[in-house]
């Protein structure tokens, strides 16, 4: 069964730093790479998808995750946060072939002003 | 607004009793999706159903079940209720069943069982 890991479940950044979240899955196939964000009391939104093509992906407000196959990794960017980036984000998966998300843990940004 | 409705959104209750949680999915979406979010299990996908027929199973336990109508609303139903079931119970639509597109969630629904 296919597994997603993020390294960190809490960060702790001041504004204008930059920030990469790491993930990683565990299986070796063809997979769609997901990062969903949860801003404090809201839906999980999607930040951006890899499905195929250029393995750098943009998403909406300036996030960015490169998709390296090698190291089965889809680490989410982003140069400068601002508080407002404060939420939880999670990494999912999909193995192609099969229809269910696997999401990591989750990681906990807090961006202080 | 992710046009996916989730009802109730909070709920309280006590160990051995049952409740349903309900969900209608966005306009045109076929496939419902259950996950459920704990502090020490982080998101754990439950059950998928497709146009009224389940197509795939997760970590869902037998006091659990779901079903969705031809209306295309699913419900979650959970039975003999445990304090460890205290969760928040995600709904999720997507538009179709094959390997596309992303899952659109709603707010969830807050379980306390006391």
């Known amino acids: 069964a296919q597994s997603v890991s993020q390294h960190n479940h809490h960060v702790i950044l001041s504004e204008a730093a930059s920030l990469e979240l790491g993930c990683n899955y565990s299986?070796?196939?063809?997979?769609?790479l997901f990062w969903y964000v949860q801003y404090p009391g809201q839906h999980l939104q999607l930040l951006l998808k890899?499905?195929?093509?250029?393995?750098l992906v943009k998403g909406i407000k300036g996030f960015e995750a490169e998709f390296i196959k090698s190291k089965f990794s889809f680490n989410l960017r982003k140069p400068s946060v601002q508080w407002s980036d404060t939420a939880e984000y999670f990494c999912?998966?999909?193995?192609?072939?099969?229809?269910?998300?696997?999401f990591g843990k989750g990681t906990m940004l807090l961006v202080s002003p | 607004d992710s046009g996916v409705t989730q009802t109730p959104k909070h709920l309280i209750t006590a160990t051995g009793q049952r409740v349903t949680l309900r969900c209608s999915p966005r306009s045109g979406d076929l496939s419902v999706y259950w996950y459920q979010q704990s502090l020490d299990q982080g998101l754990q996908f439950l059950i998928q159903y497709y146009n009224g027929e389940e197509r795939a199973k997760g970590n869902i336990l037998e006091r659990f079940s779901a079903q969705q109508f031809p209306d295309l609303h699913s419900e979650l139903n959970l039975s003999s209720l445990e304090l460890g079931d205290s969760a928040l119970y995600f709904c999720?639509?997507?538009?179709?069943?094959?390997?596309?597109?992303?899952?659109?969630f709603g707010e969830g629904s807050r379980l306390t069982v006391l």
């Open positions: 890899y499905f195929s093509g250029d393995p």
């Open positions: 999912a998966v999909k193995d192609s072939g099969y229809s269910t998300l696997t």
């Open positions: 299986y070796g196939g063809t997979v769609n």
């Open positions: 999720a639509s997507r538009r179709d069943s094959l390997n596309t597109g992303e899952l659109f």
